[in-house]
């Protein structure tokens, strides 16, 4: 069975800076994708970004980016220029390409962004 | 277009009562997850359903849960003889047949006193 372990259950960041939450995962599968969510106080998870596991290329959206290490299982999360609106708690999610369709989610690291 | 609705927002009941939570998927999409996020627990998912293949229950708790998808669309989720360790959110999420991107609702917060 696939795991995803996110050792960060805290961080901040200063508004404007960098911040980088960390997420590894376990799998025997080549072929998967790999997902950030967001969840603010409202509980509505919204997607920030998403990776196909046979795409060498980092994934990108705006201020969010990954940095994809198949071989090392890790799969983080730099968030550029930090906004107020970026605090949430993040989920790193794992989903096999084939076969189940569930998510597999880390446990959560809460973001705070200090003014 | 309108997102995964999911009703009621919160419900608080009594311990050994049923309960039935409901989700309208996006327009269009033919797959439907349940999943339930608890402090203890973290976020675990709970049943998928796609199209007209028979669902997948593998991460249901127990047999006091269940679910259905009435005609493709609108999925109920029963909790029967709720127990306090039910007390959590549960999230529906939907997506297009073949794709990986799963879109969230709301979710209902369940308390059982």
């Known amino acids: 069975a696939q795991t995803v372990t996110q050792s960060q259950p805290e961080m901040s960041v200063q508004e404007a800076e960098t911040v980088t939450l960390s997420c590894t995962y376990d799998?025997?599968?080549?072929?998967?994708?790999l997902f950030w969510y967001k969840q603010p106080p409202s509980r509505q998870m919204i997607l920030v970004i998403r990776?196909?596991?046979?795409?060498?290329q980092n994934a990108t959206e705006n201020r969010f980016s990954v940095n994809f290490q198949k071989a090392a299982k890790s799969f983080s999360l730099k968030i550029s220029d930090s906004q107020l609106g970026d605090a949430a708690m993040y989920f790193c999610?794992?989903?096999?390409?084939?076969?189940?369709?569930?998510?597999?989610f880390g446990q959560g690291t809460r973001l705070t962004i200090n003014p | 277009g309108a997102g995964v609705s999911q009703s009621p927002s919160n419900k608080v009941t009594e311990k050994g009562k049923d309960v039935e939570l409901r989700c309208d998927p996006i327009?269009?999409?033919?797959?439907l997850y349940w999943y339930r996020q608890s402090l203890g627990q973290g976020l675990e998912f709970l049943i998928y359903?796609?199209?007209?293949?028979?669902?997948?229950k593998s991460g249901l708790p127990s047999d006091r849960f269940s679910a259905e998808r009435t005609g493709g669309s609108v999925s109920t989720l029963t909790i029967q003889r709720t127990q306090q360790e039910d007390s959590a959110v549960y999230l529906c999420?939907?997506?297009?047949?073949?794709?990986?991107?799963?879109?969230f609702g709301p979710g209902t917060r369940l308390t059982v006193l």
């Open positions: 999420a939907s997506s297009l047949e073949g794709k990986d991107t799963q879109y």
């Open positions: 799998t025997s599968e080549s072929d998967y994708y």
């Open positions: 990776q196909e596991a046979y795409k060498q």
């Open positions: 999610a794992y989903r096999s390409y084939q076969g189940a369709q569930k998510l597999v």
């Open positions: 327009s269009g999409h033919t797959a």
């Open positions: 359903f796609q199209g007209n293949s028979a669902p997948d």
